[in-house]
């Protein structure tokens, strides 16, 4: 004989029974917003791991897994570079593989040749893309300007900003 419970259900159907999927609660949310949250979910993660856990093999973020940093799940779609963490929506994706290919034939350049390939007469640290073009380190040349940041070497979209 099986013992019901308060709500007339058996202990073993209510410890048995699936748990119901929760329904994820779709938001809009902006560029700032998003950054936040992955900044949040960095801190969680264990020593020597970093953001790119959230990307798929198209370099998209996996929204889904920051839904405790939000207030639901992002209805846009977002994606990061690998190699600058540079975070855009989905219209401009094309650009975070332009940049990951521009940071690796950086990279590459300061490993052969320990000095910047950087564009002459420029008051910014501007590359010289046709320079890592013609030197076989880009294959294709890009559309947009590139800048270092720092002493990092960090590719940005944009010139450091003189304080």
Same mark, same amino acid.
């Given at each position: 004989?099986?013992?019901?419970?308060?709500?007339?259900?058996?202990?073993?159907?209510?410890?048995?029974?699936?748990?119901?999927?929760?329904?994820?609660?779709?938001?809009? +949310?902006?560029?700032?917003?998003?950054?936040?949250?992955?900044?949040?979910?960095?801190?969680?993660? =264990?020593?020597?791991?970093?953001?790119?856990?959230?990307?798929?093999?198209?370099?998209?973020?996996?929204?889904?897994?920051?839904?405790?940093? !939000?207030?639901?799940?992002?209805?846009?779609?977002?994606?990061?570079?690998?190699?600058?963490?540079?975070?855009? =929506?989905?219209?401009?994706?094309?650009?975070?593989?332009?940049?990951?290919?521009?940071?690796?034939?950086?990279?590459?350049?300061?490993?052969?040749?320990?000095?910047? =390939?950087?564009?002459?007469?420029?008051?910014?640290?501007?590359?010289?893309?046709?320079?890592?073009?013609?030197?076989?380190? !880009?294959?294709?040349?890009?559309?947009? =300007?590139?800048? +270092? +940041?720092?002493?990092?070497?960090?590719?940005?979209?944009?010139?450091?900003?003189?304080?």
């Amino acid at each position: 004989m099986e013992r019901e419970g308060k709500n007339g259900k058996s202990w073993w159907k209510r410890f048995s029974q699936q748990k119901e999927e929760e329904v994820d609660h779709e938001i809009d +949310v902006t560029l700032p917003q998003i950054r936040q949250a992955i900044h949040e979910y960095e801190q969680t993660l =264990p020593k020597g791991v970093n953001r790119t856990v959230l990307l798929d093999d198209t370099q998209e973020i996996d929204t889904k897994r920051l839904k405790q940093h !939000l207030a639901g799940v992002p209805k846009q779609r977002f994606f990061m570079s690998k190699e600058t963490f540079h975070i855009v =929506p989905e219209e401009e994706r094309d650009v975070i593989y332009e940049m990951d290919q521009v940071q690796r034939a950086l990279d590459l350049y300061m490993d052969q040749e320990q000095k910047l =390939p950087l564009r002459k007469f420029q008051d910014t640290l501007q590359l010289d893309l046709t320079r890592l073009r013609e030197g076989g380190y !880009l294959q294709i040349l890009p559309k947009r =300007p590139y800048y +270092v +940041v720092d002493e990092t070497l960090i590719v940005s979209l944009e010139p450091k900003q003189n304080d």
